[in-house]
């Protein structure tokens, strides 16, 4: 069984605000007598579910196209933390995961309306993770910050101890436990990040 964890893109994903939201626009159509469907679209490199690339909050950090790909593919394990206000350590201590870690915290629900107020991830926490290994943080939040966050901490934390960030997957209806994510960035040439087709298999 296939788990897509992969938002849909559309216009009416909720963007962060200030981003360009999504839009296609058909240059050809067969309907009005062209030979092929064409379409062409514009939208932020952070929309949907997406992966953050090092540039996106080092100013000369690597672009997306330079990433190791190992990070988004291999063992995964999904731990629910919903309810939380602040995801801790002593949340996480007591479980057993893979490299690939994916919180559920089920915050951002309505994705049409981007949201107000999200659990933030104690400061301790990218440390901790990088000391287990962990090589992959993925979260069901639009961020690994505080929405009102200017200096980015854990991006960079998660960034020094090793860990690439997908941020905004579909968890809703995974349940916890151990997969395999495939979660693949685009190859784009000096990107600060990358929409990606993120799945999970058993």
Not at 24 to 43: F, H, I, K, P, Y
Not at 109 to 124: G, K, N, V, W, Y
Request: glycine letters at 8%.
């Amino acid at each position: 069984m296939i788990h897509d964890i992969t938002l849909t893109i559309s216009e009416e994903l909720a963007v962060w605000p200030g981003d360009a939201p999504f839009r296609r626009v058909w240059q050809s159509r067969m309907e009005d007598g062209a030979c092929v469907n064409l379409s062409t679209l514009q939208c932020s490199l952070h929309i949907g579910t997406h992966v953050d690339a090092p540039l996106h909050f080092e100013r000369h950090g690597v672009g997306v196209d330079r990433m190791d790909l190992s990070h988004f593919v291999g063992p995964a394990t999904v731990l629910d933390v919903s309810g939380a206000e602040e995801i801790r350590i002593a949340a996480l201590e007591r479980h057993a995961f893979h490299p690939r870690l994916l919180l559920r915290t089920g915050a951002w629900q309505d994705r049409t309306a981007f949201p107000t107020a999200l659990p933030s991830i104690h400061p301790e926490v990218p440390g901790y993770l990088g000391e287990r290994g962990v090589v992959l943080l993925g979260v069901d939040m639009p961020s690994v910050d505080p929405l009102d966050s200017q200096d980015l901490a854990n991006h960079r934390a998660l960034h020094a101890s090793g860990i690439a960030i997908l941020e905004s997957a579909y968890l809703d209806d995974v349940a916890p436990g151990d997969y395999h994510l495939v979660a693949l960035p685009l190859r784009i040439a000096g990107a600060d990040g990358s929409p990606v087709r993120a799945i999970l298999t058993p």
